[in-house]
């Protein structure tokens, strides 16, 4: 580590983690307002990274400010989630027929089309509550939250506050993992874990250049990699289930259901491989911490 980074103090550093990760947000909300290619992924990641930097280094700010922003970006995100959810479903649906052979208008329509619609109609609510009087609040109470922002205890040395908040998030991570059953809820606190430490660990990295950059850098894709590998789970789990309700209802309706339990089975069986990732991912994750100071 060199003497610049010795020298650094926590407010430096926080003041570029949360100032990056605010303007990261409002930079991207545009695109997503106006439905660009990516944009609702975009901007929805931001938010993710902004809400875990507040987590992450919540004992080194105004905790009630920030778990003010927390909740408020936390609503944000869970509706930019429905919106995204929908995109995700139906490209998944797509490449999973496509990978199966099957071009049967019926069943595109059920796992692709409806898709598609039902993504237009969320994403016109997305727009109208952007321009709700709360929103308008949730910005210009991020912006004072930065431009007055408050450290704790701001002339300490930045690296021991730093290590101490990586090595919280990799605990955080490993206590999830020793829970690891086969139940969604345990899968979804894994995955959140992970997401977080990606984020505390890329902001340090950014914020922190040549601060133990080649562990922080591993921590992040190791935290990366677990949410990849839990989120594409997650997302072939979604669409076998969704196959076969739509499967019954085909059936019901006098379609032929067939191809749904092949899509199902196929969507089932590439989550389940998804599964394998984790114990690596985890094992890196705590030998990339292992030797922080």
């Known amino acids: 580590m060199g003497g610049a980074q010795k020298d650094l103090t926590i407010t430096a550093v926080l003041a570029r983690i949360v100032r990056g990760a605010a303007e990261q947000v409002e930079a991207t909300a545009a695109a997503a307002l106006a439905d660009e290619p990516d944009g609702v992924h975009q901007h929805r990641v ?4 902004l809400r875990s930097v507040l987590a992450g280094f919540e004992d080194d700010l105004d905790a009630r ?21 929908i995109e995700v479903r139906a490209t998944v649906a797509e490449e999973t027929l496509a990978e199966a052979g099957i071009d049967d208008p019926a069943v595109v329509r059920r796992l692709v089309d409806s898709e598609r619609g039902a993504y237009t109609v969320a994403h016109a609510r997305l727009v109208d509550l952007a321009r709700e ?3 308008l609040e949730r910005d210009r109470e991020l912006r004072e939250f930065v431009d007055a922002l408050v450290v704790v205890e701001p002339e300490r040395k930045a690296a021991p506050v730093l290590s101490d908040v990586l090595q919280a998030q990799t605990k955080r991570v490993l206590k999830a993992g020793r829970r690891l059953d086969e139940s969604d809820e345990h899968y979804h606190d894994v995955r959140k874990a992970a997401r977080r430490a990606k984020y505390v660990a890329e902001a340090v990295a950014e914020a922190a250049p040549g601060l133990w950059t ?3 850098e591993a921590l992040a894709a190791a935290g990366d990699d677990l949410h990849d590998a839990l989120g594409d789970h997650r997302d072939g789990m979604l669409l076998a289930r969704h196959a076969r309700r739509q499967g019954a209802l085909a059936a019901r309706a006098g379609e032929r259901s067939d191809a749904y339990d092949t899509i199902a089975d196929l969507a089932q069986s590439a989550a ?3 599964l394998a990732e984790v114990p690596k991912a985890l094992r890196q994750l705590k030998d990339a911490a292992s030797d922080l100071p």
């Open 272 to 274: 389940e491989e998804k």
């Open 133 to 135: 009087p709360r929103a």
């Open 214 to 216: 080649d562990k922080v």
């Open 65 to 85: 400010a920030a778990q003010r922003l927390r909740v408020l970006f936390a609503q944000w995100g869970s509706e930019l989630g429905v919106v995204r959810d």
């Open 46 to 49: 931001r938010v993710r990274r």
